[in-house]
C-alpha cells in the first residue's frame, strides 16, 4: 500500500528566515506530486505540482519554490518568509493518470 | 474560472441524524468530483470521487451524488454520529489532463451526542 509523509506537523519561523517542507511517498513510482496551501476563510490553493524528478510547475507566482531532487521526495522551500506564508501546507499525491488524489497530513506554519 | 461553493459553511445537528452537505461548481465540464474528510488541524482524507460520466458513489454510510449538467453535488451522511463531526470538502477536475483540483471552502459539521 501506499502512504505519504509530511514534515514537521508544526512549525514557528521568524519573517525573513529560510523554510523547507518535505513530503515523501512510499508504496508507488512516479507519482504525481502536489503542494497546495490551506489559508483561513480560504480553500485549498495549489502552489505546485510535479510530473517527474526535477519537474516543477507552478501555479501562482509568490515567495515560495518547490524541488523534486528524488523520485518520491518533494520539497518547498522560502528563501526569506513573508508574514504572509502562514497557513497550513498540504502534500499530495495521485498515480500517473489515476484518478484520485491523497493527502498527507499537512504542516501548520506560523510565521511571526 | 472553476469555482466551487459549499453551502452552508456549518452545519451542527443532533446524533442519528441524516444529513445533505452541497457542493456546486460554475463551470460543468468537469473530469471528476472528490469528497474529503478534514479534521481540525489534520490532512485531507479521501471518501468519495464521482466521475463525470456516474451519477453516484457510495460507501458505507455515506452516498455522493453528481449532476453535471446543474453543476451540483450533495453528499448524503446516513444515521450520523459524533465522529462525523469534521470539515467535509469537495473538489473538482477539470479535465484528464489537468494537475489541479478546485476547491470549495468546506462545511464544517458538528454532531452533538
Known amino acids: 500500500s501506499q502512504t505519504i509523509h509530511q514534515w514537521p506537523a508544526t512549525l514557528v519561523q521568524p519573517v525573513g528566515s529560510p523554510l523547507s517542507l518535505e513530503c515523501t511517498v512510499e508504496?508507488?513510482?512516479?507519482?504525481?506530486l502536489y503542494w497546495y496551501r490551506q489559508a483561513a476563510g480560504r480553500g485549498l490553493q495549489l502552489l505546485f505540482y510535479s510530473v517527474g524528478i526535477g519537474q516543477i510547475s507552478s501555479e501562482v507566482p509568490q515567495n515560495l519554490s518547490a524541488s523534486r531532487p528524488q523520485d518520491r521526495q518533494f520539497i518547498l522551500s522560502s528563501k526569506k518568509l513573508l508574514l504572509s506564508d502562514s497557513g497550513f501546507y498540504l502534500c499530495a499525491w495521485r498515480f500517473p493518470g489515476g484518478t484520485e488524489a491523497f493527502f498527507g497530513q499537512g504542516t501548520r506554519l506560523t510565521v511571526v | 474560472k472553476q469555482e466551487v461553493t459549499q453551502i452552508p459553511a456549518a452545519l451542527s445537528v443532533p446524533e442519528g441524524e441524516n444529513l445533505v452537505l452541497n457542493c456546486s461548481f460554475t463551470?460543468?465540464?468537469?473530469?471528476?468530483l472528490q469528497w474529503f474528510r478534514q479534521d481540525p488541524g489534520k490532512g485531507l482524507t479521501s471518501l468519495l470521487l464521482i466521475q463525470s460520466s456516474q451519477r453516484e458513489q457510495t460507501s458505507g454510510r455515506l452516498n455522493a451524488s453528481l449532476d453535471k449538467s446543474s453543476g451540483r453535488s450533495t453528499l448524503y451522511i446516513a444515521a450520523s454520529q459524533p465522529g462525523d463531526s469534521a470539515t467535509y470538502l469537495c473538489a473538482v477536475r477539470p479535465g484528464a489532463g489537468s494537475y489541479q483540483l478546485t476547491f470549495g471552502k468546506g462545511t464544517k459539521l458538528s454532531v452533538i451526542p
Open positions: 508504496g508507488t513510482s512516479n507519482p504525481n
Open positions: 463551470d460543468s465540464a468537469i473530469y471528476n
